[in-house]
T-cell receptor
Framework: EDQVTQSPEALRLQEGESSSLNCSYT??????LFWYRQDPGKGPEFLFT???AGEEKEKERLKATLTKKESFLHITAPKPEDSATYLC???????????FGQGTTLQVKP | DAGVTQSPTHLIKTRGQHVTLRCSPI?????VSWYQQVLGQGPQFIFQ???????GRGNFPDRFSARQFPNYSSELNVNALLLGDSALYLC????????????FGPGTRLTVL
């Protein structure tokens, strides 16, 4: 069964304290791995798409990487405005159905 | 360019009632997907439509149905509402149905009393 698991469920950081979020996936024929940011009560905001192992993408303080079993979202020197829930989703096989993890809620304190 | 739009923003219904949620995709996008997000969990796939044809269905009861119109907008219908249907309903659009990034709308918050 296709499955995506994120860890940790919650993460508290001090402003400037770098860390990484993990996304482990078991998906048949992965076609893409997606990262989204979600603020409370709002829809997910697209961050990155990764298609193959070894691929990396960066945007401001965020960097996403992909291996054959997991993806990492690295946050460098976070700011309070980076506080949100980060969702990982896998697109398996011959389908347009995104399989989401439960999310990691990040809180960055000033 | 306008993003994905959804209406209404919030909705309160009672058990047994019917609800219709609406979604307009990003201009040029031909695929629309619907997801249900219960508080504290990741979104769960309900349906995907591409060029007005159903391309995928998640593990939801037959009370849930959807359709896509010639202008690529979409409706999600839920009959005989249950308390457990209370959730944020998300619509996502993409250029095609299989590989392209899905962009989400703001969602419709449904509360069933």
């Amino acid at each position: 069964e296709d499955q995506v698991t994120q860890s940790p469920e919650a993460l508290r950081l001090q402003e400037g304290e770098s860390s990484s979020l993990n996304c482990s996936y078991t998906v048949s024929g992965l076609r893409g791995l997606f990262w989204y940011r979600q603020d409370p009560g709002k829809g997910p905001e697209f961050l990155f798409t990764l298609y193959s192992a070894g691929e990396e993408k960066e945007k401001e303080r965020l960097k996403a990487t992909l291996t054959k079993k997991e993806s990492f979202l690295h946050i460098t020197a976070p700011k309070p405005e980076d506080s949100a829930t980060y969702l990982c989703a896998a697109l398996p096989g011959n389908t347009g159905k995104l399989i989401f993890g439960q999310g990691t809620t990040l809180q960055v304190k000033p | 360019d306008a993003g994905v739009t959804q209406s209404p923003t919030h909705l309160i219904k009672t058990r047994g009632q019917h609800v219709t949620l609406r979604c307009s995709p990003i201009s040029g996008h031909k695929s629309v997907s619907w997801y249900q997000q219960v508080l504290g969990q990741g979104p769960q796939f309900i349906f995907q439509y591409y060029e007005k044809e159903e391309r995928g269905r998640g593990n939801f009861p037959d009370r849930f149905s959807a359709r896509q119109f010639p202008n690529y907008s979409s409706e999600l219908n839920v009959n005989a509402l249950l308390l457990g249907d209370s959730a944020l309903y998300l619509c996502a659009s993409s250029l095609d149905s299989f590989t392209d990034t899905q962009y989400f709308g703001p969602g419709t918050r449904l509360t069933v009393l």
